[in-house]
């Protein structure tokens, strides 16, 4: 790895992980006030070098294309004592994989999450991108709970606007990185090599029944529209992105997303009204403290009464002295 010191600007300081082509460090761009970004480098053997650095490279145009809260930033992108780098936002928080199962987060806010997501891969397959690679590991839930999609590796570019030019992917096909065998790839990329928006959204659903359900689907998991936590729409919704038939799927994820917005709407006030009844203290009814007013006004009653017995004697006592 080279030393911080041949970055130029960019000092690195802490190691954050390590993916198939490179590192990730934390690091302080000195020319803009020692602000924080996250630097990736490439780490390939020699041999490998070549393809690393094309998809590296590539990695960096396709995602300075977008600007979009819900995906990771790039800044800048160089090459340093013979090491390719990539500077990006620093996105701070825990991968959306530290969250599933967790009994704290509501209903109400995985769909949020998802709807975020979702918003993401929408952008950037209307700047002609797609991830390839959407997973929990890869979507970061930040501090203020609002999630970004991280991690353009392998993403591909199918669009180019070129004025007349030869498509540069006729080139890049040659180079092109592997697609993913995972959970959340697909069927046509083992039967077809094919991974498309398609791809995206089928992964994007396979991870919302993990996040609802806290496990991966298989092929005897019972479907969402059967769990009373979900409105059914959406339920059907999420079962419609990631079903085996690319044909069935959404043509769309901005149609995927205006069912679930629509339909999850509902969820909002249940979930503000669980979180104020768990939050609140454990008191006494509110009539309880009236059941106090009847033993005040019997104590008021007995206090009269002593008075009117004490004013009775002291008559009984001033008579009987007039009489002697």
């Keep these: 790895m080279a030393n911080p010191e041949d970055l130029g600007r960019y000092r690195l300081k802490r190691l954050l992980g390590r993916g198939a082509l490179g590192e990730v460090w934390e690091a302080r761009d000195l020319d803009h006030e020692a602000a924080t970004v996250a630097v990736k480098i490439v780490h390939a053997a020699d041999e490998e070098l070549a393809m690393a650095r094309s998809h590296f490279a590539r990695e960096a ?3 300075a294309l977008l600007r979009h809260p819900h ?5 800048d992108a160089g090459e340093a004592a013979g090491t390719s780098f990539m500077v990006m936002e620093m996105v701070e928080g825990k991968s959306l994989r530290k969250w599933i199962g967790d009994p704290e987060v509501t209903t109400a806010e995985k769909l949020r999450w998802l709807r975020q997501v979702g918003d993401g891969l929408a952008a950037m397959h209307r700047a002609g991108i797609v991830h390839r690679d959407l997973k929990p590991e890869n979507v970061i839930v930040r501090p203020d709970r609002t999630v970004c ?7 591909k570019w ?5 004025g007349g030019e030869r498509d540069p992917m006729e080139v890049l096909e040659d180079l092109d990185a592997p697609l993913p065998k995972t959970d959340y790839a697909p069927p046509e990329t083992t039967e077809e090599e094919i991974y498309d928006e398609l791809g995206d959204q089928y992964a994007w659903g396979v991870v919302a029944y993990e996040l609802l359900t806290g496990a991966l689907p298989t092929e005897g998991s019972a479907p969402l529209t059967d769990r009373d936590d979900i409105p059914p729409k959406v339920a059907a ?4 992105a990631r079903s085996p038939s690319r044909e069935d799927r959404w043509g769309a994820m901005e149609l995927l997303l205006d069912e679930i917005v629509d339909h999850a709407a509902s969820l909002a006030p249940k979930a503000a009204a669980a979180a104020a009844e768990k939050k609140a203290p454990s008191v ?3 009539e309880a403290p009236l059941a106090e007013e009847p033993r005040k006004r019997s104590r008021l009653v007995v206090v009269i009464g002593l ?7 002291a008559c009984l006592i001033g008579l009987a002295a007039a009489l002697r």
């Design 237 to 240: 919704a999420i079962q419609r």
């Design 284 to 286: 006494r009814p509110a």
């Design 307 to 313: 008075v009117a017995l004490g004013l009775a004697l």
């Design 149 to 155: 999609i991280v991690d353009l590796g392998i993403a």
């Design 71 to 75: 995906v990771v930033a790039v800044h």
């Design 61 to 63: 145009r396709l995602a």
């Design 158 to 162: 199918t669009k180019f606007d070129l």
